[in-house]
């Protein structure tokens, strides 16, 4: 109603300018508020905002395997000095010596006598008592054909190698050794070591 009247009041004073404006700011911010308020009635709800986590990236890390060495180690070879071990040509040598560090060391007798037989396998070569001895013949030189070619004998010169080694026990002696009497056993002890033989040649007879 308002609204209407000062429209007609304006349009019928023509020259009043200032009340023209006036009403028609009036008209034009009563039309902005409905418009504002139309507007506001109108406009759609904004639905809520959700944030949503952006997903990590997941960086998988994998270990460079170790490269593995094998060291090897060769030890270096020792130089192998072989001692050529002389033989014994001389009784003397071994009845002079400390017997026990003759053993198995070589004999090379040439020209040796026979004191004396104490078996089929087993007797003395020497020039005393003192001064001897004991071999015994290898299995070898004991056995088939053998048995009957080689027959040692007292006052015999002869040509012997082989090998010295440890005198056994009394029993041992006399169960290898056939014709071994006890005493002869017993007495053997005090030499440490015998002769093995292994090769026998007899020598033409000087008489």
């Given at each position: 109603m308002y609204k209407q009247n000062c429209t007609l009041s304006n349009i019928q004073s023509n020259g009043n300018l200032v009340s023209k404006k006036s009403c028609?700011?009036?008209?034009?911010?009563?039309?902005?508020?409905?418009?504002?308020?139309?507007?506001?009635?109108?406009?759609?709800?904004q639905p809520d905002v959700v944030v949503v986590p952006t997903p990590q990236a997941t960086v998988t890390v994998t270990a460079t395997p170790q490269v593995t060495t094998t060291v090897?180690?060769?030890?270096?070879?020792?130089?192998?000095t072989i001692v050529q071990t002389q033989p014994i040509t001389d009784v003397l040598v071994i009845t002079n010596a400390n017997k026990q560090t003759l053993v198995n060391?070589?004999?090379?007798?040439?020209?040796v006598n026979v004191q004396s037989v104490v078996g089929d396998r087993t007797f003395w070569v020497g020039s005393s008592n003192a001064q001897r001895v004991f071999v015994v013949l290898a299995p070898n030189l004991d056995a088939g054909s053998a048995e009957n070619k080689v027959v040692v004998k007292?006052?015999?010169t002869l040509d012997l190698a082989g090998v010295l080694k440890l005198v056994p026990s009394v029993k041992q002696a006399q169960q290898q050794w056939k014709g071994l009497t006890a005493t002869e056993a017993q007495g053997l002890k005090n030499q440490v070591i015998y002769l093995e033989a292994s090769q026998i040649r007899f020598k033409p007879s000087t008489q």
């Open positions: 028609l700011s009036k008209a034009t911010l009563l039309t902005l508020l409905a418009t504002g308020i139309t507007a506001c009635a109108t406009e759609p709800k090897v180690v060769t030890p270096t070879p020792q130089p192998t060391r070589p004999v090379q007798f040439t020209n007292a006052g015999q």
